[in-house]
């Protein structure tokens, strides 16, 4: 990557240091120094802890629980590199805060998405750099500059050597299909489309699966996963109503909050791949989840925005 040492800056949050620290590897650069204390009265206190004057900063922070502790201390950092007078600071966020909060869809509750963006504007982030939105509208959320990476080459790669002959993608249901719809063509596969209704805020059903399935093996794709309620539903649907064995669920964000492990660790799920966009939760492994890195991904962006270069081939 050449010498950026002078120019460049990368800081990390408390939620996922451990990427960070690939992402300065991949970059050949030293993760930025900060202290990140609390008070007594638990109020947060972060220094910055080296000269960033008039350099280009990154400060990466994922949304992992607890959330709302992360946010707030990414807004913290931004703000004391703002007033530490730093060039331009461009905002990290792999799993983009509150990114399901994304529409006014009942009455009488916050777009939080929305509101996340403008928290970010107003601590002192010049640009956003994140990995498969929820919704690609969330983008229209903010007046500054944000590039979103995507997770399905890196996913789909995890297959590339195998035989998928015998597999079709398979949606969640109707919203889903067009991210599913991406995995199905890169991998080549046909794609079916499971007719989801929502009973509850934690209950859904599957009532049918639009196109063919029979017999076959399955990879289900989504954006993220994170109780596991809606693959589940619907691998159980597959093996009950068209005899699918093997069920293989992938997302680009393994969010995997109980009872996620146990619910993927049933047949027919033979495999889970997620990307290390968040870290590994205790147990995933005995539940057959395996994570893809982004390290290279989000270092090749970085080094772009830096020196000016085009993202959008990364996009893709």
């Given at each position: 990557m050449g010498c950026l040492n002078d120019t460049l800056k990368l800081f990390s949050g408390?939620?996922?240091?451990?990427?960070?620290?690939?992402?300065?590897?991949?970059?050949?650069?030293?993760?930025?120094?900060?202290?990140?204390?609390?008070?007594?009265?638990?109020?947060?206190?972060?220094?910055?802890?080296?000269?960033?004057?008039?350099?280009?900063?990154?400060?990466?922070?994922?949304?992992?629980p607890p959330v709302n502790e992360h946010l707030i201390e990414l807004c913290v950092m931004l703000d004391a590199l703002k007033h530490a007078s730093a060039r331009r600071i461009t905002a990290v966020i792999p799993y983009y805060f509150y990114v399901r909060s994304d529409k006014k869809d009942m009455p009488r509750i916050s777009v939080t998405a929305k509101l996340v963006a403008d928290l970010l504007a107003t601590a002192g982030a010049d640009r956003v750099l994140t990995m498969t939105l929820h919704s690609d509208q969330i983008q229209g959320f903010f007046e500054m500059p944000v590039?979103?990476?995507s997770a399905v080459p890196?996913?789909?790669?995890?297959?590339?050597?195998?035989?998928?002959?015998?597999?079709?993608?398979?949606?969640?249901?109707?919203?889903?299909?067009?991210?599913?719809?991406?995995?199905?063509?890169?991998?080549?596969?046909?794609?079916?489309?499971?007719?989801?209704?929502?009973?509850?805020?934690?209950e859904v059903v599957i009532?049918?699966?639009v196109g063919n399935v029979e017999g076959k093996k399955v990879f289900i794709f989504d954006d993220e996963i994170a109780t596991g309620a809606s693959m589940l539903n619907l691998a159980r649907h597959l093996q009950e109503h068209h005899g699918v064995e093997e069920v293989y669920a992938g997302a680009a964000h393994g969010v995997l909050v109980p009872p996620?492990?146990?619910?993927?660790?049933?047949?027919?799920?033979?495999?889970?791949?997620?990307?290390?966009?968040?870290?590994?939760?205790?147990?995933?492994?005995?539940?057959?989840?395996?994570?893809?890195?982004?390290?290279?991904?989000?270092?090749r962006a970085i080094h772009a925005i830096h020196t000016g270069a085009s993202v959008s081939a990364l996009f893709k």
């Open positions: 408390s939620s996922h240091p451990q990427l960070a620290g690939r992402i300065c590897d991949y970059l050949d650069i030293p993760l930025g120094k900060a202290n990140i204390t609390r008070f007594a009265n638990d109020n947060l206190f972060i220094q910055i802890e080296e000269n960033v004057r008039e350099k280009d900063v990154f400060v990466l922070q994922t949304s992992l590039d979103q990476l890196l996913v789909c790669d995890y297959f590339r050597d195998w035989d998928l002959s015998e597999f079709v993608v398979v949606a969640p249901d109707a919203g889903s299909a067009r991210r599913a719809g991406a995995y199905a063509q890169r991998l080549g596969l046909p794609m079916a489309i499971g007719d989801k209704r929502r009973t509850s805020d934690t009532h049918a699966v996620a492990l146990e619910r993927l660790s049933r047949p027919p799920f033979r495999l889970t791949v997620v990307t290390d966009s968040l870290p590994m939760p205790d147990g995933a492994e005995d539940a057959n989840v395996h994570q893809v890195g982004v390290a290279e991904l989000f270092g």
